[in-house]
């Protein structure tokens, strides 16, 4: 730390920091706004899909020369879900989560005073700002922001005479993810660096929080899958603009046979599913580790079966980059390889199932604190759950010939890894609050916020199965035209009414969160009674973490109600900070 | 329906601000006594709201799903899935109840002590071994039946059909007499002379190939006889969706891909099975409402792969008949010979 003493500007402080606390907040400010960005999309289009010929005024007024008359084009409803599908997954879930909780966390919790590398850090935040710039400047290119959705399939992404938003809006939007990828790989080479190098004294790798273990195991996913993206994304660059033919071969279109020769689609759909699979661990693990941290806490029990944890954190990791073919199981590839990927994906259940039943054992006969942040945990687990139950369906190579890409695949991935993602988030920001501003976020609003949250995420996704089941395909502008799915429409209508109450009861939570920077109630140093190193740091953030020496470690995370033979609790409180030594003939549990 | 949907908002709204004006004086931050057991109770609440919301759509949306399979490959689909689903349904109801129950039951009170209860490798061995039993139950069954359908090599007598996707259309070409298709490729793609699949007329297969008229097609299939179908695209990818037969698969530039089923149920069959009869009269009434033209079951094949603007409105009827009917209707279409030469 030879910068410790030096004098900070409001530019090194606030804005080219080096710090990983000041970081982290860029990474969660900015993640916030894009998710308002991607959640209002939603709520546009799900206007469309409810009521698909009704004029609407936010619509005529948001969508400029995409509409007519208060009604939404086609091409622009296809732009909504793509871009509403990239930024959630990427610039929310991915950079958002991670980059913030990876970043204000790491540090904190293994005893380092800071990231591996603060330049490589600043790096990292400042390529996904320009990432995120270029990603919402493409949507106002003339032609519309790219449109082939999220997975951007060629060739309809690679052909502009196929889509307009396969013209501009697609450089944009391969050029924006080119940056991202970049950005995540030097975040994720920065943490495991610093996890495997930076532990204070003591801290063995087998005493490390659970949220470090996720953290750490999300950073290998990433460097291991992230760069395979960049490359697809670059040959479909050289598809596009250099006429090479990597993806696109026998193309018909607009009255002429283009030269492309020899290429084909499903290459890119592996390249792509490569990293897209191992990308739903990287968006979901980071949030189960923040859920094991916050509901061992807030149960005041210790985390059940921590090496288990582990272990399963471990496995969903390395079966994560051996099923992304369960995406592929009709794209024409070898079915042999089908049943391959039927059988890997399968496996996932089972340390999917472990991690379920600890947590709901983790609550078992505990003290519940039903903080915010405990309830979005709980939350999270029960949406897990549900989402990952309808995966037995999916990834059954058999019964996903009937789904495939129908609702039923979008109400499984919105809960399974977009809702208990984006509560995993919550929970976190409202656990970490207090770190990362030294100020409390309020306790009703809070509660509010969940239960709407709640209530409207099930009302959007649980009957959103059922509409699957009927048939209905995921990204239809609209459904008249098919009288056998005439009686989904109310269903519809349901569910976009719940949509916009979630969209709404997010604004609690923004207020919740600006307000509290401000007019927040001052944090004491340790407000939920945890045993993390982070919460030994002053409230009020200082360069280098710790101001004297980094504390030493001397036991694991989980030391919450641990009693003696009378029932006593041996260290006086029910919980033990991991700086506290272990006594005269203490079990280290 | 507008109206409750203002108001909703309205509501939303409301309650927004009226908390905001409430976070000023309300400064309490960490959850105490009271808070858990109001939050508690609340887990209840919402365990009620959701098992009511789970009851309901399993009972009133069954009429909505889709019938019985229409293909004898599909039967299998339907028993797997509906083990599967019994078996997530038991699990789901399970589960959720026992976490939020846990949420209720032990919510937090000053002179309560948690359990230190760090790890039990009995109860871990147990939530391994058991799904991965029930796991292999469904591999085992899942595997069997996927090759059962995808395995088309020892088909007898099949029908052979192409389908053909561009945007926004489907076409479809019988393999006439000989049973084989003739060669395809968008080189041979001739507009004007209606060679709108791009088939080789120079290859001795092709002459005999049936196509279907290029205005609103209607792909016909006999009742019985095994199906298999290959699937080219001509620009973007799409995937041809035949939800009544359990089948899809997508069609793909460049390459071509293949799937098959037997039809089991004719359309006049079908229309008069129970599921479709309570579906139809469900769809009818709302039809009614809208003062629309009554639906009349029909088998349906759809894009189920974005393509594009008219994505949503890519489809072509398929109608299944007896083995003779089908007969008759193939002798009367013409051959792309005869089709291809007139012009």
Redo the contacts between chains.
Sequence with gaps: MSDHHHKETFVTKYIFSQDHKMISKQFLITGIFMGIIGVFMSMLFRLQIAWPEKSFTIIEAFLGSHQTDGVMDPDMYLALVTIHGTIMVFFVLTAGLSGTFSNLLIPLQIGARDMASGFLNMLSYWLFFISSIIMVISLFVEAGPASAGWTIYPPLSALPEAIPGSGLGMTLWLVSMAIFVASSLIGSLNYIVTIFNLRTKGMKMTRMPLTMWAFFITAIIGVVSFPVLLSAALLLIFDRSFGTSFYLSDIFISGEVLHYQGGSPVLFEHLFWFLGHPEVYIVLLPALGITSEIIATNSRKPIFGYRAMIGSIMAIAFLSTIVWGHHMFISGMNPFLGSVFTFTTLLIAIPSAVKAFNYITTLWKGNLQLNPAMLFSIGLVSTFVTGGLTGLVLGDSALDINVHDTYFVVAHFHLVMGVSAILGMFAGVYHWFPKMYGKMMNKALGYWHFWLTMVAAYGVFFPMHFIGLAGLPRRYYNNTSFPMFDDVADINVVITLFAILGGLAQLLFLANFFISIYRGKAASQNPWKSNTLEWTTPVEHIHGNWPGKIPEVHRWAYDYSKVDENGDYIHGEDFVLQTTPLKDGEDPS | ??A??YI??AV??G??FW??T???N??????TDK??DT??K??LW?TA??YA??IY?LIY?N????PESASIE?E??DN??NI??I??GV??FI??F???Y??YK????KE?????????HK??AI??IV??VV?VV??GY??W???????LSDSEDPVIIEVYA??FQWEARYAGDDNTLGRG???Y?D?SNNNTM?VDMSDVNSKDDKKLSAISPVMYLPKGRKVIFK?RS????H?A?M??F?????C????V?E?GFTPKFTTEEMRVQSEVVA?TA??NE??KKKGEDP?E?DY?L????????????M?MKIVVVEQEEFNKWYAEQPTLGQELAIK
């Design positions: 329906m507008l409750l949907f909703f908002i939303a709204i309650v927004s908390q905001i409430r976070i000023l309300l400064r309490s931050v960490i959850a808070d858990n939050q508690g609340l887990f919402f709201f959701f919301m789970m759509c949306m009429v909505l799903m889709l599909g299998h689909d797997l899935f599967t689903f078996l997530i699990v789901q589960m959720q026992l976490i939020f846990f949420a032990y919510r937090g009170k309560n002590k948690a359990l230190f209860f760090a790890d039990s109860l871990e939530w391994t799904p991965a796991l469904l591999i899942g595997l039946q996927w090759n059962n359908i995808m395995d561009k945007q490729n968008v080189n793609i507009i791009g699937f001509q620009d973007v990818l995937s969706y939800p009544h359990r089948a899809q698969m997508n793909v530039p460049g390459m891909t799937f579906k469900v769809i709302i039809r639906y079951f349906i759809l894009c189920n792969k974005i393509c594009g603007a008219s994505h949503f409105n489809q």
